[in-house]
């Protein structure tokens, strides 16, 4: 079946310095995948759509400028949090579908667990 | 995308049938039941899809009823590794671009 890689599944990194995580589609082309963030208690909340080659679409309340996404390949999209703060550790998952398969479920990486000192 | 409704949780015994329904009352015609679950501290793992027939894998079934309004995912024989949050979601169909909107599922505790 579709697998989706996340890495790294866990960071921890000092406030102010930037993280980038990578989601990958191992055995499929994804022209889109979805970021989600996950607060401890509570459900997936979508942050932005990544398109291949194109410009991410960022849901309301998520700054762009914070949260740099990339989708330079149909197998590879970044999500970097820029001089984070504590306030941005979270659970991070990404998910993509195979595009090529009528109306194939999206996939789901193992999420990466970011703590921000 | 239309709404779904769940139960927060629900206890189940080892080895037996864990039922877990869902309301989705203003479904369309063309959108589809996902269920996803969510192990702790992991990304969430498809389980099974559907639009109006029953559909069954090796990890469960789904019930769908006449009017689409509601449904129900069956795990035939739960076990401990079933322990988990699962999620009832619409969706339209084949689309790139549809993402999953996550509401707050329901904590399936699987009891020995």
């Known amino acids: 079946g579709a697998v989706v890689s996340q890495h790294p599944s866990r960071v921890i990194c000092k406030s102010g310095t930037s993280v980038k995580i990578e989601c990958r589609s191992l055995d499929f082309q994804a022209t889109t995948m979805f970021w989600y963030r996950q607060f401890p208690k509570q459900s997936l909340m979508l942050m932005a759509t990544?398109?291949?080659?194109?410009?991410?679409?960022?849901e309301q309340g998520v700054e762009k400028d914070k949260f740099l996404i990339n989708h330079a390949s149909l197998t590879l999209s970044t999500l970097t949090v820029t001089s984070a703060h504590p306030e941005d550790s979270s659970f991070y998952i990404c998910?993509?579908?195979?595009?090529?398969?009528?109306?194939?479920?999206?996939?789901f990486g193992n999420g990466t667990r970011l703590t921000v000192t | 995308d239309a709404k779904t409704t769940q139960p927060p949780s629900m206890d189940c015994a080892e080895g037996r049938a864990a039922n877990l329904p869902c309301n989705h009352s203003t479904i369309s015609g063309n959108e589809y039941v996902y269920w996803y679950r969510q192990i702790h501290s992991q990304g969430p793992q498809y389980i099974i899809h559907g639009l109006k027939n029953n559909e069954t894998n090796e990890m469960a079934s789904l019930i769908i009823t006449e009017d689409r309004k509601s449904s129900t995912l069956i795990l035939p024989h739960a076990t401990l590794r079933d322990t988990a949050v699962y999620y009832c979601i619409v969706r339209a169909g084949d689309n790139a671009g549809n993402m999953l909107t996550f509401g707050g599922g329901t904590r399936l505790m699987v009891k020995p």
């Open positions: 998910s993509a579908r195979d595009a090529a398969i009528y109306n194939s479920p999206l996939h």
């Open positions: 990544s398109n291949e080659g194109s410009k991410a679409t960022y």
